[in-house]
Structures are given as C-alpha cells and as structure tokens.
C-alpha cells in the first residue's frame, strides 16, 4: 500500500511537468535509435544474430533439428522413459500424430524468426560504411538465409521477413516457394561477394565464402527436388557445390570416427558448424541459457550401468531403429559403429575394461519398450569426460559442449553427385566424389584398390545411381539429422518407410508431411495457414 501512495503522489506532482521535463536522455545505456553507431556495436548485434542457431532448447523445449530429423524419419524412434510419454511432443512428432497445438511447433517457429529479426537488425539498422561492417551485414545475410532456409525446412512455405515489423504487422501471408527460396538464394548470394575465403583461429564459427556456397548449393538441392527435378536448378547446386570442393578449403578426415571423438572441434571437413560452450552456466531457470548441447544427455543410454569405460548414462532419446542398422551393407560396417551401439556392443566394451560395477550393463526396464530395438546413437555420445569439465558452474546436465556438424565436407561431395547427375552433370563425375566417400567409409588409411567402389555396389545390388546416392546419404549422415529433410524433399516421405510400425504408417499423411504452425500463430496472424497449400509450391 505504501508503495501504492508513492506512485499517486508522483503522478500527482508531473501534472505540472512540461514535455520537456519528462525528456531525459538515457545515461550509460543504448537504445535501438543510439545503437549500431561504431563497428563494436554493430559486432555485438551480429553476435546475438548468431546465438539462435546454436539454441538446442528453447521456450522450454528441445528444438534440436538432429533430433527432428531423426525422429521424424525411419533412422530413429523418440525414446525417453518407459511411460513412452516422455517429452510427450517428441513422441506426437515421432509417431505422425501432431497437431496445431503440439508444444514444439511454437518453439522451433520463433526460434528461427528471432534469429531472422537480429540478421535484419544488423542488416537495417547502421549506416556506417566501414569494411567491418560490410563483413558483418554479409554475415547476417547468410544467417537470414540460413533461418529462412530452416523455417522451409519444417513448415513449408513461410512469410519471407527483410524489413524489421512492428507489434501490429501480423497480417503476414505464407510467402510462395519461388518467393522464398528467391529471398534465400539473393541473400547468399550477396554474402559470397564479401565473405572471406578463410577464417582466423578467432573466427572459427563464423560464415565463410565456402559456408555460403555450400548452403546456396544445399537449398538449390532442395529448390530442383521441390520444383518438378528442375535440371536448370541441379545445375545451379553443382556449380556453387563445386566451388567449394574447388577452394580446396575442405578434405576428408581420414579416420571416420575421429570426427564424433570427444573434443573434436572444427576439423577440416566441417564446412558449417553450430557452436557450443560449457564456459555459460546454464541450468534450468533460463532455457535459452543453454550455451552448450542439450541433446548429449538428452540421447544418451538409458539405464547404462556406471561401470561403463567411456559413457555416463543419459535419458535415452533418438533411439536407431531397426531399420537403420540394417541398411548398412556388408561391407560398410565401420560407418555403422560409428553411428549405432548395441547391448551386446557396450556389454564387451564393459568386459574389456573388466568393470566390477556392471551386473547388468543396461537396465532396459527404464528404457521406452514401444520405441527400443536395443540400438543407441554414438554420434552424440555422453561421454563421462563431460562431467566436471563445467567450469563456471551450471547444471553438468547442460554444460556438454560438442559441436553439431550442419554441413560436412562429405555431404558437399554426395550432394554435389546428386546435383550433376539429376542435372546436366558428368554421372563419371558423380562416381569419383561419391567413391571419395566410400574410400573413407572403409576405415582409416589408404583403401584405394581395397574398398568396393560406387559402380561395384551399383553391379551387385542391382541399383541405379540415384539409388546408389540415396544410400549413401543415409549410411553417411546418419543419427546427424538429415533424413527427414532429404525423404521429404524428394517426395520419398511415405507409409511404406514404416511397413513394419503400423502406428506409424498407420498416421502418415502424405499431405501433412511439414509440421503445423502453432495454434498461438495461427490465433493471432489469421492469414497464416496452419498448413502450406499445394499451390504455393510454385
């Protein structure tokens, strides 16, 4: 009440006041009219452009796009406790039974439109003129591209966003996919004519001319895939495609599983990678705190017992199904380990160590029975080296700070041979970049003459090309998040994928491959469909 009689007695006494009075200049803090004025603020903007990308939680949810894209696809099944109710919209999303008011979709929908809002402050908001900030409204065009390219990716069709809006600009419509991809493309487009070719130690994270080439190429990919096979388009993915390969900026590590090892960071294959740090003490109160990737303890082994040499038990999400396991040929099982452990893998790896604590190595009782085929992910492994290495504190939950490969060098190679052979490419050309892959797959070392070759496997399975390079990209990526991407680009997003699941083939809906936008969207920007119509695929 006291405080109460204050703010009377204060609006009492400005009944006097002038306008002029009330006029008072901020003292030692910016506003968005005083701000961007030196190149260290522009700097800092760009820093926070960057942020989204690396969010693997966001509005209290987990947003990664690995786990969406394995999730969602025949790779993997949601997991989680035994209840199978755990993280209840993961399960939705997993089984083809979302709807609008799944508590994901709002997340991952402002997720990416934050990250277009800070791209355009950077954009729009200076009129300084310097080198420096002709770099950094570069970089924030690829990163407006880049969370464009990703809203795409989930909802279809979206409004195209290059101006800054206000509170009352939400009479926005879902944008054509001509208009869209346009607004992609141009963006990169510019931001190649000024990024630079290599990066400082300082640097590493940040866009480079080969990250936006090899982006433009990816979302050409997708544009011809979506556009009826446009071979005009193809050709456009291999020629940016192949000005990265042509940089000789990237190259193939030559051990495989080396690229997933704990500590590796920014090797040279990696061509777009999302950072993350244990030195922000994240924790549970502020969820975008999370500077570090959530989805390390989120995908680890449930119900793994202590005595395990390298992993700490996790929470037991993206669980490989089946299927994947499978599709590994005879001769591809070193790409398989990398990617897939089984109980009987981690009970001899628990042997070897001669670990005494490990009655039984993995307690499946605490694991989903509905979703578990006795495989785990490896690519994300929890490994125990995490724990304690948080430095500043925050929840070690939170604090696992491995990087997400968004583009490897290996997946320039094999979209590069997908675009020249469904364009006007060399199929000749097509099988050396993917035999590339294929020599690494085999191990580490030097395999030419030993590892069977893309035009062998071609022979002895009976395949085309095209089916060649689809195996490749499932073998190659798997458990890093794009299969759902590519089944539902190249229209392969259908019921047969889960033969063997009939809730899932059972719920597959051809025409509602992309996720809904939210109903808190749709409630209040009306003439944004919760669906993309078909005929904004033009």
């Known amino acids: 009440m006291k405080a109460f009689k204050i703010i009377i007695i204060a609006l ?27 190149n260290e603020q522009v700097y800092a903007a760009l820093i926070a452009a960057y942020d989204p990308i690396g969010w693997s ?39 083809f039974r979302e709807t609008n008011t799944n508590t994901l979709l709002q997340p991952i929908y402002r997720k990416h439109y934050i990250g277009v809002f ?17 770099r950094y409204k570069a970089e924030a065009k690829f990163l407006r591209a880049y969370y464009h390219f990703e809203l795409f990716r989930h909802f279809g069709p979206l409004p195209v966003v290059t101006e800054l809006l206000t509170p009352d600009d939400i009479n926005l419509e879902r944008s054509t996919m001509t208009e869209m991809m346009t607004a992609i493309t141009d963006d990169l487009k510019a931001a190649i004519d000024v990024l630079p070719t290599t990066l400082s130690d300082v640097e590493v994270g940040r866009a480079s001319r080969g990250t936006a080439q090899a982006l433009l190429g990816k979302v050409y990919l997708y544009w011809a895939d979506l556009d009826g096979d446009d071979p005009a388009k193809f050709d456009l993915a291999a020629q940016y495609l192949q000005e990265v390969v042509n940089s000789g900026q990237y190259a193939l590590v030559d051990d495989f599983s080396t690229l997933f090892d704990y500590g590796t960071k920014n090797p040279i294959e990696s061509v777009l990678e999302i950072q993350h740090t244990n030195l922000w003490p994240g924790d549970w109160g502020w969820f975008e705190g999370i500077e570090a990737n959530g989805i ?10 202590s005595g395990h040499p390298e992993y700490a038990a996790g929470w037991g999400f993206m669980l490989p199904t089946q299927d994947l396991n499978d599709h590994f040929l005879p001769d591809d099982q070193y790409r398989r380990d990398v990617a897939i452990v089984s109980i009987p893998e981690l009970t001899q790896e628990v042997a070897d160590a001669g670990a005494a604590d490990c009655g039984v190595v993995v307690d499946i009782t605490q694991v989903n029975p509905q979703d578990h085929t006795g495989f785990w992910q490896q690519k994300f492994s929890n490994y125990k080296a995490y724990n304690g290495n948080n430095v500043n504190g925050g929840d070690p939950n939170l604090t696992k700070d491995a990087n997400t490969y968004a583009i490897r060098y290996a997946d320039v190679l094999l ?31 030097d395999n030419t003459g030993s590892f069977k070759t893309g035009q062998t496997i071609m022979t002895e399975q009976n395949w085309t090309l095209l089916d060649l390079i689809w195996y490749e990209r499932r073998a190659e990526l798997a458990g890093e998040g794009d299969r ?30 992309w996720i809904p936008v939210a109903l808190e969207e749709t409630s209040v920007a009306h003439q944004i469909s919760t669906y993309p119509e078909n005929e904004l695929f033009q």
């Open 296 to 305: 390390l303890q989120l995908c680890g082994i449930r119900g793994l017992c």
């Open 118 to 134: 800070r791209a355009n402050l950077v954009i729009l908001q200076t009129e300084l003129a310097t080198p420096e900030v002709e």
């Open 57 to 95: 939680m966001a509005f209290g949810q987990w947003v990664s796009p690995v786990m969406f894209g394995e999730i969602r696809s025949d790779n993997a099944n949601a997991g989680g406790d035994p209840s199978d109710n755990d993280q209840p919209a993961w399960q939705e999303l997993d089984d």
């Open 484 to 513: 759902w991407y590519d089944l539902v680009r190249s229209g392969r997003a259908t019921s047969d994928l889960f033969s063997g699941d009939p809730i899932r083939s059972g719920n597959l809906d051809p025409q509602k491959v």
């Open 415 to 445: 979209m590069l041979a997908e675009a020249m052979h469904r364009g006007s490419g060399s199929d000749g050309n097509a099988l050396t970049y993917i035999d590339m892959v294929r020599e690494r797959a085999a191990g580490p070392g």
């Open 12 to 38: 009492i006494l400005c009944v006097a006041c002038s306008e002029e009075t009330l006029e008072v200049k901020p003292v030692n803090q910016y506003l968005s009219e005083n701000f961007y004025s030196t």
